[in-house]
């Protein structure tokens, strides 16, 4: 089943009075690449978060946000280094007695160094719950995520079957106007020949040759052939379980291809608006392969 590489997940998941919001967002990219914000909790998980979503996801450029929030009735904590309280006190009174400073040190003084409080430190239980949490909201934005890049997916491959059943048919009317110019070009050509020379010099043989030679060069049927198999090789890879936008992206270079050789070897307007008429679709089928995983 192809899967675009467009979509949105979001996930959240609570306990022990934190909760965890997770939401990923996917752009086209040719390679995976996962950007990450995430709240200085989590920081030293990042990694982690990285190995889950490679699980999941094999291409495209990958936003994830992660926030933490505490519920209301958590009272935060707020700490203070006692021995750098106590010995910023001392040295700011001996600093006054060698001044002669007459003025008495006051709680102000001392709450000019930042570095007597202490961030509010996660402890190690805490940080588990945390982790814990963050690990169900990232695999159920994961889940919501891969379920909206699906729906896109199938609506994509049916566009892409449409248009590959366009190149086909297109090539079947290609190929049947081919094979009735090869004995019209022949007729033409002894006709001119013909008038062109007189009796004593034309050499029915050598023209048989020459004849041979440019209904080889105007000779499709190879090109046709291998066109066909690349349409059905694409035909089958929209109905694989692996990620396949790189190989529908070859097959798209190779249908080029092989249109661009039957169009210049064919020598035919009629045969030659086909070929435009196959391309045009072709394009749309690369505009589309674009957004797929």
């Known amino acids: 089943m192809i899967k675009s590489m467009t979509g949105f997940g979001r996930g959240e998941n609570s306990s022990n009075g934190f909760q965890i919001t997770v939401e990923l967002k996917t752009l086209n990219s040719r390679y995976l690449d996962i950007s990450l914000r ?79 409080f202490e961030n509010d430190q996660i402890e190690e239980e805490t940080g588990k719950v945390i982790w814990n949490c963050t690990k169900i909201a990232l695999n159920d934005a994961l889940t919501m995520l891969n379920q909206m890049r699906l729906q896109e997916g199938t609506e994509l491959k049916k566009d892409l079957i449409k248009q590959i059943n366009g190149i086909s048919e297109m090539l079947t009317e290609v190929n049947s106007l081919s094979d009735g110019r090869i004995p019209e070009v022949r007729e033409k050509l002894q006709l001119r020949i013909k008038s062109l020379v007189t009796d004593d010099k034309f050499d029915p043989d050598r023209l048989e040759m020459e004849i041979a030679l440019i209904a080889d060069k105007m000779d499709i049927n190879e090109e046709v052939i291998r066109l066909q198999s690349h349409l059905k090789f694409f035909l089958e890879a929209l109905e694989s379980e692996d990620s396949v936008g790189r190989r529908l992206n070859f097959l798209c270079q190779e249908i080029n291809r092989e249109l661009n050789t039957i169009g210049s070897k064919a020598n035919d307007s009629v045969i030659a608006h086909h070929i435009v008429l196959g391309k045009e679709k072709l394009e749309q089928i690369r505009e589309q392969v674009q957004n797929i995983e």
Do not use: C
Not at 42 to 69: P, T
Not at 78 to 89: Q, T
């Open 38 to 116: 995430t709240p200085k909790a989590l920081q030293h998980n990042e990694i982690d978060i990285k190995e889950i979503v490679q699980k999941q996801l094999s291409r495209g450029k990958v936003h994830i946000s992660i926030n933490i929030e505490k519920k209301d009735d958590e009272n935060p904590t707020i700490k203070f280094n006692d021995e750098l309280v106590k010995a910023y006190g001392e040295m700011l009174e001996k600093i006054r007695l060698i001044a002669n400073i007459q003025e008495p040190i006051s709680i102000k003084d001392i709450l000019r160094f930042d570095d007597i």
